[in-house]
């Protein structure tokens, strides 16, 4: 930003009286100047994924071939990254996990995928069971479950399905009994404000798709 005093400093003294008209004109001048650089700051910023908003963001996704659909900001910017991934990924679970923490902004131990054909309980030969994924990371994404589904049967081979998504949460109790420990992943406290989150399991059924 440019402030008036430099600018100022710069010229000679018989120009730069306070309170001259010439200082005056400047200040108009700078004023003009500070807001292009603003503007050109926010244009340089919003070539990234994570800072670019609305049409910008269609822009990007025009360039890498992933339409927005219904997805606001958030999703859509999620979809921008897994789609960027997805490019470079082979469809083994491995690289498939390292999708899914890029998209979410996650780190790759956070989930776990098994495939469901050596279930003893359920074995099934096209089917994949996430055994693990972060709650909180759909939830701070705008994803759904039954979303985060659709994208990772986009990531795997052509008629692998994922069976069910346990969804893991922070919640932990105290680690010796009859004794109160104060943690984030505890008991909420009375104004709700600490505690630990559950988690969930959840069996795919129906919700909007996305254009993946």
Known sequence: MFKLPDVMSLLPDVITKKGSQFGA??????????DLAETLRVMSEWKAIDKAEGSTL???????GQP????TDEVYRMLLRSKLARMNASGSLDSVIQVLALALQAEPNEFRLTEQHSDPVQPEPAALHVSSVPYE???SAGLSPAQFVALVERLVAAGVRVSRVELTGTFALASIAD?????????ADEAMRHGGTLGDLYVPG???ELPI
């Open 68 to 71: 927005r659909g219904q997805a």
């Open 206 to 208: 129906n919700d909007y």
């Open 137 to 139: 990371k759909l939830n």
């Open 25 to 34: 004109l400047v200040e108009v001048w700078l004023k003009q100047m500070n």
């Open 179 to 187: 004794r109160l420990e104060v943690s984030e992943d505890g008991f």
């Open 58 to 64: 269609d822009d990007i996704g025009g360039n890498v």
